[in-house]
């Protein structure tokens, strides 16, 4: 079971990035999935987390009407939509999932560098 984050890179401040995160070895359509971020000398936080059916959303208030957070079961792939990017939201970005509707995150993927440069 791997989970293959991509899509960070370096952009300015103001700026948009959209990360993916493939599943292979199982398929997570059942499984409610999240990201979360880890800038240097912090701890990981959340972000963001969606249900296996996307029809529910949440998010942290820090990020809360500039990250959209989405899936697409048939491909089992994950998406967070990053707009208005600040320097703060520079970070590592991780995506994770459940084993099942509830529970903990059991599933990481390698994370993906995001830079915001100010």
């Known amino acids: 079971v791997q989970l293959q984050a991509s899509g960070g890179g370096l952009v300015q401040a103001g700026g948009s990035l959209r990360l993916s995160c493939a599943a292979s070895?199982?398929?997570?359509?059942?499984?409610?999935m999240g990201w979360f971020r880890q800038a240097p000398g912090k701890e990981r936080e959340f972000v963001a987390a969606i249900t296996w059916s996307g029809d529910s959303t949440y998010y942290a208030d820090s990020v809360k009407g500039r990250f959209t957070i989405s899936r697409d079961n048939a491909k089992n792939t994950l998406y967070l939509q990053m707009n208005s990017l600040k320097a703060e939201d520079t970070a590592v970005y991780y995506c994770?999932?459940?084993?099942?509707?509830?529970?903990?995150?059991?599933?990481w993927g390698q994370g993906t560098q995001v830079t915001v440069s100010s």
């Open positions: 994770a999932a459940k084993d099942g509707v509830v529970g903990q995150y059991v599933y």
């Open positions: 070895g199982r398929t997570f359509s059942r499984s409610a």
